[in-house]
């Protein structure tokens, strides 16, 4: 299946996150933090740090670590 | 041996040291924790004149407003921002607007969406410039860096007292000698009262807090609906709360407020989560979609005449009072700094007074 | 509504345990799970692919998944409410089994994309199929680095090295389970095969990178070295997520490894009637424990006699995890901190910034939060809270006490909730 990161098609398989999806397709980072515009991706990996938020079909505030990707989703840089 | 000890390191004790110092004296501060551990680490931030009604409370905000902005220039770094008020309400906001402006207040009726385009529409608006934000502790704490004053650490117990004259405090680890003390002890402070043998009534009137994710800026004033004051001058012991909505420097949204005289509970319940949440959606619905992160709780200290207790206390020459301050404890905290230095060194206090005076409860 | 008899709060091998040790009588039992899927940290897997432990507990329990309880309270007359989004779960009797999450140490570059815990290095890999990276250093401390070693170098990743912090010299002391023994042995034969270091007394002192990692430097032996990677993970440790049980009012305590627990009795009741608590938030102790612990647990739960066979096997594991903290110390990591390495990941508070707070009077962890924002982001506090406590006292001269912790443990909102939500929408 495939999904679009900021306009880009990315593949993924069933099951998957979101933030392994893109880390599969070599992205490390997907953010950057509002005072140093420092870039950040995944740490924890599992919905602690919440370094990995994403914008999901325009949904705000989502962890990438723990949203299961979907065909055809549409994922944004926050 | 110190001119003055100042009980409580919070706001109102730093203030107070603060303005001592200045004044030229020697000024000890003790508490039992650290800078700002009570219901300074646990407010808003607030330095209102709109949520006061005509009185000595309003009287010594507009003051302590003009001391705020003086203190900003002479020792900053608190996030003073002078961010102004917006207060809402369904019916007409004439006859407020009326009565602050006769009182001296800045206040112009306005329609708040031109203000607040966030805000749901439909609503009477009165906006007041005069309204300000700081960040309460990291103010408390610049306070007495810039007086030179390190907190010292000790559990108060009572006064020291030598043939009828207060000669200081006695803390768990020995005696604090000064010519004067002050207890700026917050919502502790009807206890401590009683153990220095002049009780004074304040009592903990407990609100919460909740704090949103960072957000860029949507809302830009202190919003809040005219409800508030109401609840503000009210005595009800019941939950009551009003929609109080603003941003901060770092991002996040505060959501206010609610008040509950139910002494020092702990424990936060569920209900109040929902009315501080649904009140503040209703004036901002694009807060449905935004994250709460937390919630805390403080306990205002609430005076049971609703004015705040400054000044000597004729029961104890040497002590005096500077407390009960309720919800206002950080707007006022300067002007109370400084009518307590006036008090103690005679010079020509910067309101009258009498109406704040502990000897209305020495009967 | 359905009220429920017994209500377990999380999916891993504790909670898990409990469920199936509550279930078999009268008493209706539910797992309350934030994760879609069964299994928690220790059995994570791909959707299709659950382990078999797991199919006992089908047919036995409800399930709720999806369900992070984000509030906790007392129920109006008797029992408890667990607030969650897929709504509101009743019980009489509450079992937290909320597990744990990896401690991570601040030091310069940890927030360089690439950096990950070892944790997410394990998640990545077993539950969604994904290598963490080409050239890995595996780093920390703690038993959970070997295992996670020989998986990522069984699934084809270069290990450049497995860099464990403890000497490792008190495991002579201790008499290891015969079970763990071999474990250890299967994992080092995995190391062996595919060439990886093991390195004790050896720890991560840096990572380098512009905008992403590139390079780590590894200090042991009086010596530090520069390896070329694309991936560390690193994790000392375990912090257990007491958060629900502080909410309901429970005794905490602080354990061997530094960390808050939830203190428990020997059927693991809390000393708050009807909630009880099992698995790493009791301590740190590993699955073997957690399922023993589970297993206790859901029995007094579901007011089921226990075998002191359990007991007994409950006793000798959790000295066992005892030992474990003493020999997978952390090291001290104060000293490597500069100025600008970020302490609070979420509000970007570099390591001078604490230090300021500190000088501005900051005695305890809640004043340094107010000073300078530090654990007041998203997470509040997951991630740095630890070490800020450990900051704060060795700031103040002074060890870490329970109060330094309790600053970052009280979250009564345990999940961020949209207002809409908190206003019941």
């Known amino acids: 299946m495939t999904f679009t990161f900021d306009g880009q098609p990315i593949a993924a398989e069933p099951g998957q996150s979101v933030a392994a999806a893109l880390w599969a397709a070599g992205i490390r980072s997907w953010r950057r933090t509002r005072h140093g515009d420092e870039p950040r991706g995944l740490f924890c990996g599992i919905g602690i740090c919440f370094d990995c938020l994403v914008v999901v079909n325009g949904v705000r505030g989502q962890r990438a670590c723990l949203v299961e990707v979907h065909d055809g989703d549409v994922v944004e840089q926050p | 041996m110190a001119d003055v000890v100042v009980v409580g390191a919070g706001m109102v004790g730093a203030a107070c040291a603060y303005y001592l110092a200045r004044a030229g004296l020697d000024v000890t501060v003790v508490d039992r924790g650290p800078v700002a551990g009570g219901t300074t680490g646990a407010g808003e931030g607030n330095l209102l004149v709109s949520d006061k009604q005509p009185g000595p409370e309003l009287e ?64 009477h608006g009165a906006f007041y410039p005069q309204d300000a934000q700081v ?72 609100g919460f807090v909740l704090v949103t994710e960072p957000l860029p800026p ?25 929609a109080v909505v603003e941003g901060t420097p770092s991002g996040t949204i505060l959501i206010g407020a609610s008040r509950e005289r139910v002494g020092f509970d702990s424990g936060v319940p569920r209900e109040v989560l929902r009315r501080l949440a649904a009140q503040a959606v209703e004036l901002f619905p694009v807060l449905a979609g935004v994250h709460a992160l937390r919630v805390y709780r403080g306990f205002r200290p609430y005076s049971a005449d609703h004015v705040p207790i400054i000044g000597p206390d004729p029961r104890r020459p040497g ?18 700094g400084e009518l307590i230095t006036a008090t103690i060194t005679g010079a020509t206090p910067p309101v009258d007074a009498i109406p704040y005076a502990p000897v209305r409860f020495a009967a | ?57 089908r047919s036995a329990a409800y399930h709720l998944p999806d369900a992070p309880v984000w509030f906790a309270e007392p129920a109006p007359t008797t029992g408890f409410r667990l607030h969650t989004p897929a709504g509101i779960v009743t019980a009489d009797r509450v079992v937290l089994a909320t597990g744990a999450h990896d401690r991570s140490v601040p030091f310069p570059g940890w927030t360089l994309p690439g950096v990950v815990t070892v944790g997410a290095a394990q998640a990545l890999l077993k539950a969604h199929g ?23 170098a069984t699934a084809g990743a270069d290990v450049v090295g497995v860099f464990e912090a403890g000497h490792l010299r008190g495991y002579a002391k201790h008499r290891l389970p015969s079970a763990k023994l071999a474990e250890g042995a299967r994992y080092a034969a995995v190391l062996a095969r595919h060439r990886v270091p093991y390195r004790r007394g050896h720890a991560v002192i840096a990572a380098h990178g512009t905008d992403v990692l590139e390079a780590i430097t590894v200090a042991g032996r009086s010596r530090e070295r520069r390896i070329d990677v694309d991936a560390l993970a690193i994790s000392y440790g375990f912090t257990p997520q007491v958060e629900l049980a502080v909410a309901l009012g429970c005794g905490t305590h602080v354990d061997r490894d530094g960390s808050l627990v939830v203190t428990v009795d020997a059927d693991q009741r809390t000393s708050v009637s009807g909630v009880y608590a099992a698995g790493e938030i009791t301590g740190v102790g590993g699955a073997d424990l957690a399922q023993l612990e589970g297993r206790i647990a859901g029995r007094a739960a579901a007011m089921k006699v226990l075998d002191p066979g359990t007991r007994r096997q409950r006793a000798k594991v959790r000295r066992f995890a005892q030992a474990m903290h003493d020999v997978h110390r952390r090291p001290s990591w104060i000293e490597q901190l500069g100025d600008d390495t970020l302490v609070c990941r979420c509000e970007e508070v570099p390591y001078a910034e604490v230090r300021k707070a500190i000088e501005l009077g900051a005695t305890d ?13 998203w997470c509040q506090g997951r991630i740095c809270g630890p070490a800020v406590a450990e900051l704060t006292a060795h700031l103040n001269g002074r060890p870490p006490t329970r109060d330094d912790h309790a600053a970052f443990a009280n979250r009564a909102i345990a999940q961020p909730t949209t207002l809409g939500d908190l206003a019941g929408q």
């Not at chain 2, 949507?218 to 009003?242: F, P, T």
């Not at chain 3, 509550?22 to 897997?45: E, K, M, N, S, Y």
């Not at chain 3, 680095?145 to 990522?152: I, P």
């Open chain 2, 60 to 123: 010594l905000m507009l003051v302590s407003l003009v001391r705020w902005a003086e203190l900003d220039a002479d020792v900053g770094g608190f996030e003073f921002t002078p961010k102004g008020g917006l207060v809402v309400s369904s019916s007409s906001l004439e006859p407020l607007v009326t009565s602050h402006q006769q009182a001296g207040v800045t206040a112009t009726l306005v329609d708040p969406g031109e203000h607040e385009p966030e805000l749901v529409p439909g609503r």
């Open chain 2, 135 to 206: 960040q309460p502790a990291l103010a408390a704490a610049r306070l007495l860096r810039a007086a030179g004053i390190d907190v010292h650490r000790a559990e108060v117990v009572s006064l020291a007292v030598q043939s009828d004259r207060v000669v200081g405090v006695r803390t768990r680890d020995g005696v604090v000698s000064a010519g004067a003390v002050v207890n700026a002890s917050g919502v502790w402070a009807g206890e401590l009262s009683q153990a220095f043998g002049a009780p004074i009534p304040v009592t903990p009137r407990r």
């Open chain 2, 218 to 242: 949507i809302i830009r004033h202190k919003v809040y609906a005219a409800e508030y004051l109401d609840n503000v001058a009210s005595g009800d012991a019941e939950l009551q709360s009003s």
């Open chain 2, 319 to 336: 002590l005096y009072h500077a407390c009960g301050h309720e919800g206002a404890g950080i707007g006022l905290a300067p002007a109370t």
């Open chain 3, 1 to 57: 509504m359905i009220r429920y008899d017994v209500a377990v709060v999380g999916g891993g091998p504790a909670g898990l345990a409990a469920a199936a040790a509550a279930t078999g009588g009268d008493a209706r039992v539910v797992v309350v799970d934030a994760a879609p899927r069964l299994g928690g940290q220790f059995w994570p897997h791909r959707s299709g692919a659950e382990p078999p432990a797991l199919w006992r507990l």
């Open chain 3, 130 to 152: 994904v290598l963490v990276g080409r050239r890995v250093a595996v780093a920390g401390a703690g038993p959970f680095l070997l295992a996670v070693a020989a998986g990522l």
């Open chain 3, 365 to 377: 962890t809640r004043a340094v939060k107010l000073l300078c924002r530090a654990g007041m982001g």
